[in-house]
């Protein structure tokens, strides 16, 4: 069990450009939360899905943002035409059905030139 | 406002010492994380509480859910339990607290 994979670890942007984050939750996980951490700023929440559904995205900014998890394969968050305000780690976490397990990803640290 | 609340901000210690990071929140949660974040690395899960008192190693964390309180004890600490300690609870979704940055001196 590989644990919660995120990729790519590191990931550069020319300002305009799309960042396309992955999360691949521990196996058997059908929740998957992504958070980001700001520079010198604490983790916030962004979107928490389950397998094709978006159940909460009170944290995600209005414009720009989008997240899925499809039936197969890794959970995606979209940020089209990025700034530098994105410049930010972002996390995922995956929760296993019916259970309070709750483990991270390493974290996708994105910079925006 | 935060529903998260963790003090102290910075904490600095000598090797040995015992130590206490503290967590207060403002809303019915279904359970309180203990996060650890190392300088440039990635997060663990040290504890997922919902009540009393759980311990691991040299890591105790305890909860009070009618004072809405939670502790993160390190007994005997050492240089490389240095890092970040955040508190989360969950609502379902998580709410994190500013963070504890512990440094250990040998």
């Known amino acids: 069990n590989a644990g919660v994979m995120q990729n790519p670890r590191h990931l550069v942007r020319r300002r305009g450009q799309e960042a396309r984050l992955r999360c691949s939750p521990m196996?058997?996980?059908?929740?998957v939360y992504w958070y980001r951490q700001l520079p010198e700023e604490g983790l916030k929440f962004m979107v928490y899905?389950?397998?094709?559904?978006?159940?909460?995205e009170s944290g995600m900014p209005k414009e720009r943002f989008s997240a899925e998890f499809p039936k197969e394969g890794p959970s995606i968050l979209r940020i089209q035409q990025v700034v530098r305000g994105d410049s930010a780690a972002y996390f995922c976490?995956?929760?296993?059905?019916?259970?309070?397990?709750?483990?991270f990803g390493s974290g996708t640290r994105l910079t925006v030139v | 406002k935060n529903e998260v609340e963790q003090s102290p901000q910075n904490l600095t210690a000598q090797e040995g010492e015992f130590i206490t990071i503290n967590c207060s929140y403002s809303?019915?949660?279904?359970?309180l994380h203990w996060l650890q974040q190392h300088p440039g690395g990635g997060i663990v899960s040290l504890f997922m509480?919902?009540?009393g008192k759980k311990k691991h190693g040299r890591l105790i964390a305890t909860i009070n859910i009618q004072e809405k309180h939670s502790s993160l004890h390190i007994t005997a600490s050492h240089p490389r339990d240095s890092a970040v300690y955040i508190c989360?609870?969950?609502?379902?979704?998580?709410?994190f607290g500013t963070g504890t940055s512990l440094t250990v001196i040998p």
């Open positions: 976490a995956s929760l296993a059905t019916g259970t309070a397990g709750y483990t």
């Open positions: 809303v019915g949660i279904s359970a």
């Open positions: 899905l389950q397998k094709e559904n978006i159940i909460d």
């Open positions: 196996k058997g996980h059908s929740h």
């Open positions: 989360a609870v969950r609502l379902p979704q998580f709410y």
């Open positions: 509480l919902s009540s």
